[in-house]
């Protein structure tokens, strides 16, 4: 393939035969992923602007030996855990974080908003209740966008210091049937990983850490090319990465 594109001098030379092995292993090609992947999203930013966050475990082919050791079972295989946040109308993905399979996923939910709102204008964000605290609730009333998150049976409205936690625990009990109605929104997120492991499979071929990492970006920068392509004869979507900046440019930070 690689030697048919450079006789097209669209590449001015051809890649090794483990160019991409060799790629995938360097742990600086981590934050260029994870920006392509933005960047793939980004022509979808004219027609998105209400998402929803979850993760969801992709396989290793490595094996857990503390596993083995602590529970005396059989080898069992290691896991990534991908965090994205995806638009609940188009189900791209506007940014993803991978992690090891027993990461915390409230841990993620603010650089996942701040990664999609690089490229879109975030209305409305829907995650279940392992994204439930008042961190989450205060930067959705300070970026300005709605926060749907349920409330577990134990919490209450006390506010320590958190308007914004108060104000949606009094709208969840208030306003339940509403609330849920747009809370069904998330569901969409559970398509889209359903796609993505039907489409590009649920395990990960790379042997150590790193590559494993960049190639589960790679999955997602795949999945999201496909539905470009589909939003482009679905919904008529303009594809011009030009209007984004160039790989890099993109600000690192996001003042809400």
């Not at 160019?19 to 600086?28: A, H, M, P």
């Not at 209400?50 to 290691?78: I, L, M, P, Q």
């Not at 809370?183 to 489409?199: D, L």
Request: aromatic share 10%.
């Amino acid at each position: 393939m690689f030697k048919r594109i450079a006789e097209q001098n669209k590449i001015s030379r051809t890649p090794g035969i483990n160019g991409v092995s060799t790629f995938l292993n360097r742990k600086e090609a981590t934050p260029i992923l994870r920006e392509l992947l933005r960047l793939s999203a980004a022509p979808m930013a004219s027609i998105e602007e209400n998402f929803a966050v979850d993760s969801s475990g992709f396989r290793t082919t490595t094996y857990s030996e503390w596993c083995r050791e602590k529970h005396r079972t059989g080898k069992k295989n290691d896991w990534l855990k991908a965090h994205i946040i995806t638009g609940v109308n188009t189900n791209i993905v506007a940014d993803m974080v991978a992690t090891d399979g027993n990461s915390a996923d409230i841990k993620e939910f603010n650089q996942l908003v701040e990664g999609a709102m690089k490229n879109f204008d975030v209305k409305r964000v829907t995650a279940d209740k392992a994204y439930l605290s008042r961190k989450n609730y205060d930067l959705g009333k300070d970026c300005g966008f709605e926060l749907l998150i349920p409330f577990k049976s134990n919490a209450t409205g006390k506010q320590r210091g958190s308007k914004a936690w108060f104000d949606a625990f009094y709208y969840f009990k208030t306003n339940e049937e509403e609330f849920m109605k747009k809370y069904h929104e998330r569901s969409n997120v559970e398509s889209t990983f359903g796609a993505i492991k039907k489409k590009l499979g649920d395990s990960l071929k790379s042997k150590n850490h790193t590559a494993q990492i960049n190639e589960l970006y790679c999955k997602f920068i795949a999945y999201n090319i496909t539905m470009l392509i589909r939003a482009r004869y679905l919904h008529d979507v303009e594809i011009d990465f030009n209007k984004f900046g160039e790989i890099g440019a993109v600000k690192t930070e996001v003042a809400c």
